[in-house]
């Protein structure tokens, strides 16, 4: 049994059959029986709350209060805003009618025609024209704003190809949405909210991003710009982690959002977004993860030591838990979530195999032995080394241990990034490194024409324009013309 937990496929046989089958295998997530929509295990969804946790922290030690608003959107609403609605038009679930009844052959349950709404309601792909029809009725003055507002919520977008976590129908995210006074005031939030994605992906996530700002081609549907952080897989696919949007006035004016300004005149509010999803879930495997199972950084794994007694009858597991239950009170006063295993209902190789399966960070080992010595085995799940330490102090040396995993892995990954980032300066140079995956920095020309020529032949995108990095101008590797920096181009997920 130990064995068919670990018998995943490898990662260098079939990428996308080891993501599928470590999502499934290590209880994550299933497929539902609605086409597209996943069900989230309780130990996937666990790791979700531990990002909701912090994310949910860092906003409100941003000032950001949580707030929400209705699941269905009246369709007329998302015509206000001409690039939003072309932007989401092709992935809206629509309401038509509110009521079933039974056919009349007997054949089943049927839509009732006398019960069609008057106006068709959307399922929110996103909450932009909700809560802007919603501001106006709370912005009346200067004094109104800002308003800094967060919604965790579920949103619906109708993919025809899906991934779990990666692309669903439906998904698990939060939104901010804030309304500002000034055209300053609002850039200086999408930027700071763009900064909040980066500390938590490097510092909870432990996955190394890039910051930048997209392409025309590549932003959000009624923003004027779109801040992002950008991620790279093991297989060296870009993944978008993060967007925080500038919206300008765009809402405002749609929704007829003003306020009056302390000349008394009346001002459009200034406006942004940004949110972070499940997607994040996909991140995390794809980043650490590998061919015995899930790797997970301490700061967001649900169990982050696990302790297992070796025994032979209930005798020497009783005096085992004599010493392991004061270690596990000591291990929960330093918060280091642990779990003493001592279930009788499977042997100790599977549980190791499992808990390996799962990514818990730190597993110890404790038999009669052990004891006796004064020592415990201790696993580390990162480097799957084994050793032995000693018992007393234990509870502080897998604090520190957490630390050094956390570090470790996401050093790992920064240098996986560094190793498959690369300059090239011609279009026949670009089309054969991008075949290998990989960031690929390059010069372009700032047309949505060269980009999406590009995407047709190589089917890369530009994931970002770094704040960072090589700001020397050059001249396009397509065209030839003026580059004024170099991007960052990539095949994602």
Request: with cysteine; hydrophobic share 40%; net charge negative.
């Amino acid at each position: 049994m130990a064995k068919e937990l670990k018998d995943l496929t490898k990662r260098s046989e079939n990428y996308s059959q080891w993501y599928n089958d470590l999502v499934v295998k290590a209880d994550l997530a299933e497929q539902s029986a609605v086409r597209g929509c996943m069900v989230i295990k309780p130990y996937g969804y666990a790791i979700w709350e531990k990002m909701q946790h912090e994310l949910d922290r860092m906003f409100k030690e941003t000032g950001h209060q949580n707030a929400y608003f209705p699941l269905l959107i009246p369709k007329s609403f998302l015509s206000r805003e001409a690039d939003h609605v072309e932007g989401f038009a092709k992935e809206c679930a629509v309401v038509t009618h509110y009521r079933l009844k039974n056919a009349e052959d007997g054949s089943g349950v049927v839509v009732d025609p006398a019960a069609r709404l008057e106006e068709e309601l959307i399922i929110r792909p996103t909450s932009e024209t909700i809560i802007w029809n919603t501001y106006r009725n709370w912005i009346h003055s200067y004094r109104d704003l800002p308003i800094l507002i967060n919604q965790w919520a579920n949103v619906m977008r109708w993919e025809m190809r899906t991934r779990m976590f990666l692309r669903t129908a439906e998904f698990l995210w939060q939104e901010g949405h804030t309304a500002h006074a000034t055209e300053e005031e609002a850039w200086a939030e999408a930027r700071r909210m763009l900064d909040v994605y980066s500390d938590f992906a490097e510092n909870f996530m432990a996955v190394p991003v890039i910051k930048g700002v997209k392409s025309a081609n590549e932003r959000f549907a009624g923003a004027i710009e779109t801040l992002c952080i950008e991620a790279m897989m093991q297989d060296g696919k870009a993944l978008q982690a993060g967007t925080s949007h500038f919206l300008g006035q765009n809402f405002a004016k749609a929704f007829d959002v003003t306020y009056v300004n302390k000349d008394n005149q009346p001002e459009y509010v200034w406006a942004t977004s940004w949110g972070v999803s499940t997607r994040l879930m996909g991140a995390l495997i794809m980043t650490h993860s590998d061919d015995n199972g899930l790797v997970l950084p301490p700061h967001l794994a649900p169990i982050q030591v696990v302790i297992v007694p070796i025994y032979k009858n209930d005798s020497q597991r009783d005096e085992i838990a004599a010493v392991v239950n004061p270690i596990v009170e000591e291990l929960r006063k330093l918060g280091v979530s642990v779990k003493f295993d001592d279930a009788d209902n499977k042997r100790p190789g599977f549980k190791f195999a499992d808990y390996e399966l799962k990514g818990v960070p730190v597993r110890l080992a404790i038999g009669a032995r052990d004891i006796e010595n004064g020592t415990v085995e201790v696993m580390r799940r990162d480097t799957l080394e084994k050793h032995v330490a000693p018992l007393e102090g234990i509870a502080t040396y897998c604090k520190n241990l957490l630390e050094d995993i956390q570090a470790n892995i996401y050093r790992k990954a920064l240098d996986h990034r560094a190793s498959l980032t690369r300059t090239v300066d011609t279009y026949d140079e670009f089309k054969k490194e991008i075949e290998k995956g990989g960031f690929i920095l390059a010069h372009w020309d700032g047309t949505p024409e060269t980009e999406e020529k590009i995407k047709e032949e190589t089917k890369a995108t530009i994931r970002c324009i770094p704040f960072d990095g090589d700001k020397t101008p050059g001249v396009c590797m397509v065209t030839g013309k003026p580059s004024a920096q170099r991007v960052i181009f990539a095949r994602n997920y």
